[in-house]
C-alpha cells in the first residue's frame, strides 16, 4: 500500500448525484493500450526463452491488429458522428487518437527494434534465420527463382493503375506490393504504378530445403522472394521500385437486434469484415514519401495514420514454432484431480465420474489441472443409456472441437442435445457457423441464444435418470470450453451434482431456449439481471462492516474493470476504508492510490507464461466469506448486455484452493506483476533486497504439477 506521501493527487470532485468527476477515471483504450506494452515487454524480457519470446512478439502484433481493427475504429467512428467527449473519463475521441497515435508509434518502433537487434541475432546464433536476399549463395539464388516460377508467380495478379484499371480494393491486413515501372507495356500505354496483391493461399515464410542449408533452420520471407523477381511480372519494362504494404481496416460487426435470421445475417456481415473503412497503413521504412503519400491519399489517411516498420509488414506471420525444446518452457504433465483419477477395477467406466461428481464438487484450475476431464464428463454422457439430455453453451469451440465431437455422438446416440451457440464470439463467427451446421445434422437442437445479447456464461448440463429419479450433473467454468485455450489460459471449472446449482442452470438454459420472465435463481449469479445488483450490494456489505470498525476486504480478479457504477461503489468503499486489492489482466478504469479518493484500493496485472482469464469475486464479510467464480468481467456489457454466470465456492477446501493460489498468490507475485498508478502508468514490481523472488504461475506449476522439482 502506498503511503500518504506517494499518493497520487488528482482534483477529483463528488458530483452532486454521487457519481465522480471525468478525471477520476482512466480511458479505457488507452489503458488495454497499457496491456499491450506489457505484452510487447515480455518479448524483451531475457526470463522468457527466446522461442517464447519471438511468440510474444508475434501475440503483441496480433494483439495491435485487433486494436486499430476494433478500437481504434471504433473512436474513428465517434469522431465522424461530433468530436463530443466521452463519458466517464472526458476526452474527446480526436484527444484519444492523438495520444493512441503517439504511444503506438513508440511502441511499434520497440517492436521491431526488439526484433532486430535482440531476438534475430539471438536466433541466428541457434542458427535460425530468416535470410535476406543479398544473404543468398548461387545456389539458393537458383533455386528462389525456380520457387518463385513454379509456386508464386502462377497465383500473383498485377493490377496496373490507369483509367481502365482503378486502384484495387484490398482486402483487411493483406500484403500487398506496389511498383513503380518505366517503359511502356504490350498495348504501348506508358503505366508506371501497378499492384501486386500476395494472395493468403502463399506461405508468408518459406524454409530453404535441407541439402541448400544442411539441414539448418533457413528460411526467405515471401516479401523477398516477390521482391527480387517483380520483373518477371512486367515483361519488357523496367521496375524501378518495390514496396510492401499493408492496410487495417474496420473489421467490427454491426447487426442490428431486429434481424429475421441471426446465421444469415451474420454471413452477409463477415464478407463487409473484409472491407469496412480504412483505419491504418503500414509500410516499410525504406518507402518512398511520394509512395506513402500516394497511398495514404487513396486510402483516404492522415499521416498519423501511417506505420513505417523496419521488417516484414506483417509479423503474426512468422514462423516461431520450431522443435527446439531448449528453446522454449519447460513442458509440464496436465494433472487429473484425484477425484477423477478411474480406478478401473473399482469403477464402471462409464459412470465413475458421475459418482465422483456425487461425492462432491471438483475443481480444476487449468492449464495446470488438464482440460480432458471435461472432455470425458461429455463422452461418458454421450454413451451412457441413463444419460437422457446434454444442453452446452459454446463460445468458443473449434470445428475440431472434442466438446463438438462428443456432443454430436450423444445426438446420434439418442440423447436431446441442445446447444446454445454463440454466433457472434468476435472472429470465431465463421467456425461458430461451421459448428452450428454440424451439430444440426447430427441431430442436435441449435439455438443462438438472444439476439441482442451475447451468450458468454460457460455451462454444462447433464441429466441422467437414476434408481426412477432424475438428477442432474453441471460444470460451470469461467472459460471457453476450447481445449487449446485451456492449455494457455488460466480458467477455473466446476464440476457439481448439487441440486440447486443444477435445478439454476436449467432455468438458464429454459430462458435461452424459451420465453418467460427472469428466473428466479437460488445460488447462481445471473447476468444481466442480478450479478451488477447482488456486486454492488456485496461491496455495500463491506463498507458497512468498515464503518463499523471491523475488518473489510474485497479482492476482485477479473480480466477488465470498466463499469462506472462498479468503480463509484469501489471509491466510496476505499473512503470508507475497505481494503480493496484488484487484480486486473488488461483494461482499469479506476484510479488506484489517489489521495482521498483510492487511496485503500491497489491494482496489480500479472503477465506470464499463460493467460490470466480466471475471474474471482471474494469479499470477507465480517468472516463469512463469500466467494465467486464468474465467466463475466467488470464491464458494462458482461453486466448488462451477454447472459453470464457468477457460481459460488462453498465447498470449504475448494474456498481455500482459490483464495490461496489464485488470489494471495498473485498478490505475492514480485516479477512478473505490474502495479498502476494514479495517473494510469504501470510500474513492474521488482524483489526488495534480500526477497525472494515470487512468480505466480511459476509457482502453481511447481505445486501443482512439480515443474522445477
Request: aromatic share 8%; glycine share 6%.
Amino acid at each position: 500500500m502506498a503511503t500518504a506521501n506517494n499518493l497520487t493527487k488528482i482534483a477529483w470532485q463528488r458530483l452532486e448525484d454521487g457519481t465522480y468527476s471525468p478525471n477520476s477515471y482512466i480511458h479505457r483504450d488507452l489503458s488495454l493500450l497499457g496491456f499491450h506494452l506489457r505484452v510487447l515487454a515480455q518479448a524483451a524480457s531475457p526470463r522468457h526463452p527466446l522461442l517464447e519470446r519471438l511468440f510474444f512478439l508475434i501475440i503483441f502484433s496480433s494483439n495491435m491488429d485487433e486494436f486499430f481493427e476494433i478500437r481504434v475504429a471504433g473512436i474513428m467512428q465517434k469522431l465522424s458522428l461530433g468530436n463530443v467527449a466521452d463519458t466517464p473519463h472526458g476526452m474527446r475521441p480526436s484527444e484519444v487518437l492523438d495520444e493512441i497515435s503517439a504511444i503506438t508509434h513508440k511502441a511499434i518502433a520497440e517492436q521491431y527494434r526488439i526484433l532486430n537487434e535482440d531476438i534475430l541475432p539471438a536466433l541466428a546464433e541457434q542458427d535460425i534465420r530468416y535470410l535476406k536476399r543479398d544473404e543468398l549463395n548461387a545456389a539458393q539464388s537458383a533455386w528462389m527463382k525456380r520457387y518463385f516460377i513454379e509456386q508464386v508467380s502462377p497465383v500473383l495478379t498485377p493490377i496496373s493503375i490507369d483509367p481502365a484499371h482503378p486502384f484495387p480494393r484490398l482486402v483487411n491486413k493483406s500484403l500487398n506490393f506496389i511498383a513503380t515501372l518505366e517503359g511502356k507495356d504490350a498495348f504501348g500505354r506508358d503505366i508506371n504504378l501497378a499492384i501486386v496483391p500476395a494472395p493468403r493461399s502463399l506461405p508468408r515464410v518459406i524454409r530453404l530445403p535441407d541439402e541448400l542449408t544442411g539441414g539448418k533452420e533457413h528460411h526467405v520471407m515471401l516479401s523477398a522472394i516477390i521482391h527480387e523477381h517483380i520483373g518477371e511480372l512486367f515483361p519488357g519494362m523496367n521496375v524501378t521500385g518495390c514496396h510492401q504494404f499493408r492496410l487495417t481496416r474496420n473489421a467490427d460487426l454491426d447487426l442490428a437486434d431486429d434481424v429475421d435470421d441471426i446465421a444469415k445475417a451474420l454471413e452477409g456481415e463477415l464478407e463487409n469484415r473484409r472491407f469496412g473503412d480504412k483505419v491504418r497503413l503500414e509500410v516499410t521504412t525504406d518507402c518512398p514519401t511520394p509512395i506513402s503519400d500516394y497511398l495514404l491519399n487513396e486510402f483516404e489517411l492522415h499521416n498519423n495514420q501511417l506505420y513505417r516498420v523496419n521488417g516484414p509488414v506483417n509479423l503474426t506471420r512468422l514462423l516461431f514454432d520450431f522443435n527446439l525444446p531448449d528453446l522454449r518452457y519447460q513442458p509440464f504433465t496436465r494433472i487429473v484431480p484425484k477425484a477423477f483419477r478411474r480406478d478401473i477395477d473399482k469403477l464402471d467406466k462409464t459412470t465413475s465420474m458421475f459418482a465422483a461428481m456425487r461425492k462432491g464438487d471438483v475443481l480444476v484450475h487449468h492449464p495446470f489441472d488438464s482440460f480432458t476431464p471435461v472432455v470425458n464428463l461429455l463422452w461418458q454422457a454421450a454413451n451412457d443409456p441413463k444419460v437422457l439430455a446434454i444442453k452446452q453453451t459454446l463460445y468458443r469451440s473449434g470445428t475440431n472441437s472434442e466438446i463438438v465431437k462428443a456432443l454430436a455422438a450423444a445426438a446420434r446416440n439418442g440423447k436431446e442435445v441442445t446447444a446454445v451457440i454463440e454466433l457472434r464470439a468476435r472472429f470465431d463467427e465463421a467456425s461458430n457457423l461451421a459448428v452450428a451446421n454440424f451439430l444440426q445434422e447430427a441431430g442436435a437442437v441449435v439455438v443462438y441464444g438472444i439476439v441482442g445479447y451475447k451468450t458468454h456464461a460457460k455451462l454444462m448440463l447433464i441429466v441422467r435418470r437414476e434408481d426412477d429419479r432424475i438428477r442432474r450433473y453441471v460444470h460451470l467454468g469461467t472459460g471457453n470450453y476450447h481445449a487449446a485455450n485451456a492449455k494457455v489460459y488460466t480458467d477455473y471449472g466446476l464440476f457439481t451434482a448439487d441440486t440447486d446449482i443444477s435445478e439454476d442452470v436449467h432455468k438458464i438454459f429454459q430462458e435461452l431456449t424459451g420465453m418467460g420472465k427472469p428466473a428466479n435463481l437460488k445460488k447462481l449469479l445471473h447476468a444481466p439481471f442480478t450479478l451488477h445488483d447482488k456486486l454492488i450490494s456485496f461491496i455495500e456489505d463491506e463498507i458497512a462492516h468498515a464503518k463499523a470498525g471491523k475488518h473489510a476486504h474485497i479482492i476482485l480478479k477479473v480480466n477488465a474493470l470498466t463499469e462506472r457504477r462498479l468503480i463509484d461503489k469501489l471509491y466510496d468503499a476505499s473512503q470508507a476504508g475497505v481494503k480493496v486489492e484488484l487484480i486486473l489482466r488488461s483494461i482499469c478504469c479506476l484510479r488506484p492510490q489517489v489521495k482521498g479518493l483510492s487511496e485503500n484500493i491497489t491494482v496489480r496485472s500479472v503477465i506470464g507464461r499463460f493467460l490470466e482469464h480466471t475471474r474471482v469475486y471474494y469479499f470477507y464479510n465480517n468472516g463469512d466469506e463469500r466467494m465467486y467464480c464468474a465467466s463475466a468481467d467488470a464491464m458494462d456489457r458482461n453486466l448488462f448486455h451477454r447472459v453470464e454466470v457468477a457460481f459460488p465456492i462453498e465447498d470449504k477446501g475448494l474456498f481455500k484452493q482459490i483464495y490461496h493460489d489464485g488470489l494471495l498468490n498473485y498478490l505475492k507475485d514480485n516479477t512478473q506483476s505490474w502495479a498502476l498508478d494514479g495517473k494510469g502508468d504501470w510500474q513492474q514490481n521488482k524483489p526488495a533486497v534480500n526477497e525472494p523472488v515470487h512468480i505466480a504461475q511459476d509457482y502453481l506449476l511447481k505445486v501443482i504439477n512439480r515443474v522445477g522439482e
